[in-house]
């Protein structure tokens, strides 16, 4: 029997949810996607994705943050060009290759979109939303710090989603192959993949508070797996954190005149990994009917950044915005000029990778895990 396999990316996602990020030219997604072959005839109806900046499709252009991109030069090869939506890339974000990739439609919108259509819920969305991470100082920082502002919660958004998807049932609004039977069925094969990148908050606190805050991070994103196991997810994939001190950024305020990587940082990410790779095997005999696989994404993107060539890259240590040092949100804005040559960079602000990038590390992590799913 055909298991229904909706896509869910936390960097954490909803129902069979890869990390797949595949390299296009603007508006030609489909043509240069590669259909993944999921086994045992699976098919995957929707596409859902949580996490931060990595993944956001535009969520934050309708929260109150300073976490903000929704202005040129972001979106420089979207579209038809100079096409800023929100998404912290010049192009694509993982979010819309993996929907491309599982054949489910070529962009993934944000599910804070007022003109979301039935159809966009029924194939899925982007509950993801920059700087919105598990260390609550996290979202206040993003949030300008305001006490009476209350913190984007992207899981109470996926509850508002079933609630809005049997209302659509009961009402008759949906197609009868969407009964409460398939959605309940739906929701059983949700695939989360959980992250955490929020890097200038994070991996700040960990150096400084050590083992205690990492250890406290650890509970918080078990308690979220527990909870996205509650509604539903069985099959939930855990992205790690990345080589975080080799991003543009790390290196310009903590690598030195050399600008060299930050050791610290990296040790820190590290540390991280260990544990919560640990965590998610303990986790696992927990819960015998779901699957939940450790994503490893420090390994691909540092051996990116130490040898760009291998991938074609030319430039790993600065952005390709302005000077490349620390240009990221509002500071990489209208008034700077950015590199002619986006596709020979890894990163495209100094956080963010360029789409290009994210194809490759996005297809590394799936291709090495996408069995372990099932």
């Given at each position: 029997?055909?298991?229904?396999?909706?896509?869910?990316?936390?960097?954490?996602?909803?129902?069979?949810?890869?990390l797949v990020v595949l390299w296009s030219f603007s508006t030609v997604?489909?043509?240069?996607?590669?259909?993944?072959?999921?086994?045992?005839?699976?098919?995957?109806?929707?596409?859902?994705?949580?996490?931060?900046?990595?993944?956001?499709?535009?969520?934050?252009?309708?929260?109150?943050?300073?976490?903000?991109?929704?202005?040129?030069?972001?979106?420089?090869?979207?579209?038809?060009?100079?096409?800023?939506?929100?998404?912290?890339?010049?192009?694509?974000?993982?979010?819309?290759?993996?929907?491309?990739?599982?054949?489910?439609?070529?962009?993934?919108?944000?599910?804070?979109?007022?003109?979301?259509?039935?159809?966009?819920?029924?194939?899925?969305?982007?509950?993801?939303?920059?700087?919105?991470?598990?260390?609550?100082?996290?979202?206040?920082?993003?949030?300008?710090?305001?006490?009476?502002?209350?913190?984007?919660?992207?899981?109470?958004?996926?509850?508002?989603?079933?609630?809005?998807?049997?209302?659509?049932?009961?009402?008759?609004?949906?197609?009868?192959?969407?009964?409460?039977?398939?959605?309940?069925?739906?929701?059983?094969?949700?695939?989360?993949?959980?992250?955490?990148?929020?890097?200038?908050?994070?991996?700040?606190?960990?150096?400084?508070?050590?083992?205690?805050?990492?250890?406290?991070?650890?509970?918080?994103?078990?308690?979220k797996m527990q909870e996205l196991h509650g509604v539903g997810a069985?099959?939930?994939?855990?992205?790690?954190?990345?080589?975080?001190?080799?991003?543009?950024?790390e290196r310009t305020i903590r690598g030195g005149l050399k600008r060299?990587?930050?050791?610290?940082?990296?040790?820190?990410?590290?540390?991280?990994?260990?544990?919560?790779?640990?965590?998610?095997?303990?986790?696992?005999?927990?819960?015998?009917?779901?699957?939940?696989?450790?994503?490893?994404?420090?390994?691909?993107?540092?051996?990116?950044?130490?040898?760009?060539?291998?991938?074609?890259?030319?430039?790993?240590?600065?952005?390709?915005?302005?000077?490349?040092?620390?240009?990221?949100?509002?500071?990489?804005?209208?008034?700077?000029?950015?590199?002619?040559?986006?596709?020979?960079?890894?990163?495209?602000?100094?956080?963010?990778?360029?789409?290009?990038?994210?194809?490759?590390?996005?297809?590394?992590?799936?291709?090495?895990?996408?069995?372990?799913?099932?």
């Open positions: 029997m055909n298991h229904i396999n909706t896509m869910f990316f936390f960097e954490v996602p909803f129902s069979k949810l890869f997604i489909i043509s240069l996607v590669n259909v993944v072959s999921l086994p045992n005839n699976n098919s995957v109806p929707a596409v859902f994705v949580f996490g931060d900046s990595i993944v956001d499709t535009g969520n934050n252009n309708y929260i109150k943050t300073i976490a903000k991109c929704d202005f040129r030069p972001y979106g420089k090869d979207f579209g038809e060009g100079n096409q800023p939506t929100g998404r912290f890339s010049n192009g694509l974000v993982p979010s819309d290759f993996i929907a491309a990739k599982f054949e489910v439609k070529k962009l993934l919108p944000p599910y804070l979109d007022p003109k979301l259509k039935r159809e966009d819920l029924l194939t899925g969305v982007s509950f993801a939303s920059g700087a919105n991470g598990y260390d609550p100082l996290t979202s206040k920082i993003a949030v300008n710090n305001c006490s009476h502002l209350k913190p984007y919660n992207q899981l109470e958004k996926f509850k508002e989603y079933i609630k809005k998807i049997q209302g659509m049932v009961m009402s008759r609004e949906v197609e009868d192959d969407y009964n409460l039977d398939k959605l309940s069925r739906m929701l059983e094969e949700v695939k989360f993949l959980p992250s955490l990148k929020d890097k200038l908050t994070f991996l700040g606190e960990i150096e400084k508070k050590g083992y205690a805050f990492r250890d406290a991070i650890i509970l918080i994103k078990k308690n069985r099959r939930i994939g855990i992205l790690g954190l990345p080589n975080v001190g080799c991003v543009p950024f060299t990587c930050s050791d610290a940082d990296n040790q820190a990410a590290m540390l991280f990994n260990n544990k919560l790779s640990s965590q998610i095997d303990i986790l696992g005999k927990n819960f015998p009917d779901a699957r939940l696989v450790y994503l490893d994404i420090y390994n691909a993107l540092s051996d990116m950044t130490q040898n760009p060539s291998k991938y074609g890259f030319e430039v790993a240590d600065k952005g390709c915005c302005g000077t490349g040092d620390i240009e990221v949100g509002f500071l990489c804005n209208p008034a700077l000029k950015i590199c002619s040559n986006r596709s020979s960079y890894v990163f495209w602000d100094s956080f963010h990778p360029t789409e290009r990038a994210y194809n490759i590390l996005s297809s590394e992590v799936l291709d090495k895990n996408i069995n372990k799913f099932f």
